[in-house]
T-cell receptor, first 114, second 114 residues
Framework: AQSVTQPDIHITVSEGASLELRCNYS??????LFWYVQSPGQGLQLLLK??????LVQGIKGFEAEFKRSQSSFNLRKPSVHWSDAAEYFC????????????FGKGTKLSVKP | DTAVSQTPKYLVTQMGNDKSIKCEQN?????MYWYKQDSKKFLKIMFS???????INETVPNRFSPKSPDKAHLNLHINSLELGDSAVYFC?????????????FGPGTRLTVL
């Protein structure tokens, strides 16, 4: 069965420090992979996605993620965190077509220290 | 222009009542979804509609009934509300034929059952 694991429930980093949020997935084929961000009281905004091709994908707000098939991982990174990055981050795996609902991880809450 | 909109944003009601949440998308997508986000921020698919036909119906009580009058709308009707229905409900849409099947989310409806 498809599943997504985000091992870290809560991460705190200092402003300006680098960030890596972990995501591991279980899927029978090459998945579509997504990272969404949810600011407090807001909906979900897509940060970046992986479909095929280059395994390092760039997203909005300076985020990037790397797909590693051998490790079934799709970790999210940012070289320098800003206070406005404090939010909940969700990794998701999806399938193509009309059956393409997303399976979400349980999220990682990011707190940023001044 | 709002891509995916939901009304109402907040909904407070008593146990046993019947309520509806409306969702509209102006992206021309052919697939729409309802997700439930519980108090622990876990997001789970409830329903998926493609071209007004129900595609996915996860294990959801039959008190929940999605209704899609046209491709741009997917409403969620809930009968006999229970305390456990309190959650944030997100509507989303995508184009099933598109490569990425990227889903666009609405701002969410926070339902509180008293």
């Amino acid at each position: 069965a498809q599943s997504v694991t985000q091992p870290d429930i809560h991460i705190t980093v200092s402003e300006g420090a680098s960030l890596e949020l972990r995501c591991n997935y279980s899927y029978g084929a090459t998945p579509y992979l997504f990272w969404y961000v949810q600011s407090p009281g807001q909906g979900l905004q897509l940060l970046l996605k992986y479909f095929s091709g280059d395994t390092l994908v760039q997203g909005i707000k300076g985020f990037e993620a790397e797909f590693k098939r051998s490790q079934s991982s799709f970790n999210l990174r940012k070289p320098s965190v800003h206070w406005s990055d404090a939010a909940e981050y969700f990794c998701a795996v999806g399938a193509r077509g009309s059956q393409g609902n997303l399976i979400f991880g349980k999220g990682t809450k990011l707190s940023v220290k001044p | 222009d709002t891509a995916v909109s939901q009304t109402p944003k907040y909904l407070v009601t008593q146990m046993g009542n019947d309520k509806s949440i409306k969702c509209e998308q102006n992206l021309g997508h052919d697939t729409m979804y309802w997700y439930k986000q519980d108090s622990k921020k876990f997001l789970k698919i409830m329903f998926s509609y493609n071209n007004k036909e129900l595609i996915i119906n996860e294990t959801v009580p039959n008190r929940f009934s999605p209704k899609s009058p046209d491709k741009a709308h997917l409403n969620l009707h809930i009968n006999s509300l229970e305390l456990g229905d309190s959650a944030v409900y997100f509507c989303a849409s995508s184009q099933a034929s598109a490569s990425y099947n990227e889903q666009f989310f609405g701002p969410g409806t926070r339902l509180t059952v008293l």
